[in-house]
C-alpha cells in the first residue's frame, strides 16, 4: 500500500479522499487543537488510517517545531516515503481576505520547502487558493509565492507543473478554484502534465461510479437538510437547535449519507444559528428580490439596508461559490438563515459521518489562532475531489 504524510493537515479533507483512494498515512502534522481533534476522531481513532511513527507524538503539533526537534528522524524516513500532500495556511494569499504579504503563515511555504527537502518523497502534491499565483499589490515580492516554490523544487530535483482547478468541475457544488501543484522526482521521467492529463480523463468513470454528474448544485447537495423538516436540542448543548433529516432527494446525497445517516434522525453540526428577527426580516427581503450568486456590498449594502461587510444569496440550481471560514458570508438558497456546519459541509463533499469537533464559530484575534467547525470545513479540501487525486497518483505509480 502507498503511504504519505499529511502537511497542514486541518480536519482532514485531503486524508480522507486519500483513505478512500486506498493510501496509508504515515503521520498528519497540524498546529489547531480543533481541527485536530477532527482529523483525530474521524481518521486516527474511528478509520486507524494513520499508521503513525513511534517517535512523534499524536497531537496537534507545529511544523516549524518538528523541523527543529525531528530533523535526525525526519532525514531517516528519506526515500521510504511515497508522497508527501497537503499545502500551508491560505489566509494571506486569499482573494477573500485582505491580502496580507507579511502574514506570518505566508512564510510556511518554505517550512513546506524545507520538510520536503528532508523526506525527499517520490511524489509531492501542493494545494493552495488561487492567489497564490499572483503578486501582492504594493508588495516586495517581484515573484508570486507560487513561482518561488516551483523554483525551489526544482533546484530539489523534481519535475513540477501547476494549474488552477475548478473544483465545481469534478462533481463538487462549489465554484472552488484551488492552485494543484505536483511533482516527481526527475530521476523517475514522469511528466506531471501527466497527472493533470489523467485527472480530466478520469473523472468521467470516476463520477459514474459514485453516481453523480460533473455539475452538481446547491439544492441537490442540500435540499434533504431543510429547517422545515423540523427540529430538535441540539446535542452540543445552549440554546440552539438542531435540524433532521428528510429523506434523500438527490444521488448526490445518497452518497454522502451513510446507511447509518439514512436512519439517524437528528444531524452532526447541523446546528441552526439564532437570528434575531430583524436579520431574519433582511434575509426574507434578500430571499424575494435580491440577484442570486453575486455578493451584496458597495451601492446593494445600502440597497438593502446591509450592516456586515457583505453576503451572497445563494442559486439552487446553481454551485455554490467558494466557500469561506465565514458563515455570514452566505444566505441559504430557500430560508432565512445562514448555512450550518453541516450544509458547509456537504457543499465541501464531506460524508455526514464525518463528525467535526470543537466551538462552531469565533472572532475577533481569534481567527488568526482558532479552527473552529465553520474554519475547519471552509479550509479544507474537498474530500471527493482528493479521492479522485489519489486514484490518479495510484494510477500513474501503477498501483492500481
Request: glycine share 8%; aromatic share 12%.
Amino acid at each position: 500500500m502507498l503511504n504519505y504524510i499529511d502537511l497542514f493537515s486541518g480536519c482532514g479533507g485531503l486524508a480522507l479522499g486519500l483513505h478512500f483512494a486506498g493510501w496509508k498515512g504515515l503521520f498528519a502534522i497540524e498546529k489547531e487543537k480543533n481541527a485536530f481533534e477532527t482529523l483525530k476522531y474521524n481518521l486516527i481513532e474511528n478509520k486507524n488510517h494513520f499508521s503513525w511513527v513511534d517517535w512523534l507524538p499524536k497531537g496537534n503539533l507545529d511544523i516549524d517545531d518538528i523541523l527543529k526537534k525531528y530533523e535526525t528522524e525526519l532525514k531517516s524516513l528519506a526515500g521510504s516515503v511515497d508522497l508527501v500532500a497537503g499545502g500551508p495556511p491560505c489566509q494571506g494569499f486569499s482573494m477573500a481576505g485582505q491580502r496580507i504579504e507579511n502574514d506570518s503563515r505566508n512564510k510556511l511555504v518554505y517550512s513546506y520547502i524545507q520538510f520536503i527537502e528532508l523526506i525527499k518523497p517520490k511524489v509531492l502534491f501542493f494545494e493552495n487558493v488561487k492567489g497564490f499565483t499572483q503578486n501582492f499589490k504594493n508588495g516586495d515580492s517581484k515573484i508570486p509565492y507560487s513561482q518561488i516554490v516551483v523554483q525551489k523544487l526544482k533546484s530539489l530535483e523534481y519535475d513540477v507543473e501547476g494549474h488552477i482547478i475548478d473544483c465545481s468541475e469534478y462533481g463538487i457544488p462549489q465554484k472552488r478554484k484551488r492552485f494543484i501543484l505536483v511533482g516527481f522526482l526527475k530521476k523517475s521521467g514522469i511528466n506531471p502534465n501527466l497527472f493533470f492529463e489523467l485527472l480530466k480523463t478520469q473523472k468521467v468513470d470516476f463520477l459514474r461510479q459514485k453516481g453523480i454528474n460533473e455539475k452538481t448544485s446547491v439544492k441537490e447537495a442540500i435540499s434533504d437538510l431543510l429547517e422545515a423538516n423540523g427540529k430538535k436540542h441540539c446535542p452540543d448543548g445552549g440554546k440552539f437547535f438542531s435540524g433532521v433529516y428528510n429523506g434523500v432527494e438527490t444521488s448526490y446525497q445518497d452518497l454522502l449519507r451513510s446507511k447509518k445517516n439514512k436512519i439517524k434522525k437528528i444531524v452532526d453540526s447541523h446546528r441552526f444559528a439564532n437570528h434575531r428577527k430583524e436579520t431574519i426580516e433582511l434575509f426574507k427581503n434578500l430571499l424575494a428580490n435580491a440577484p442570486r450568486n453575486k455578493r451584496l456590498d458597495g451601492n446593494y449594502k445600502k440597497q438593502y439596508n446591509i450592516k456586515k461587510r457583505g453576503i451572497t444569496v445563494l442559486d439552487k440550481d446553481s454551485p455554490a461559490p467558494t466557500l469561506t471560514s465565514h458563515p455570514d458570508d452566505y444566505l441559504h438558497y430557500a430560508e432565512p438563515r445562514i448555512l450550518t456546519v453541516r450544509e458547509y459541509a456537504r457543499i465541501q463533499s464531506f460524508p455526514d459521518w464525518f463528525e467535526f469537533k470543537g466551538k462552531y464559530t469565533t472572532g475577533g484575534k481569534l481567527r488568526k489562532l482558532e479552527a473552529p467547525r465553520y474554519t475547519q470545513v471552509g479550509n479544507a479540501i474537498p474530500p471527493l475531489f482528493s479521492e479522485l487525486v489519489g486514484l490518479v497518483l495510484k494510477h500513474i505509480l501503477n498501483y492500481d
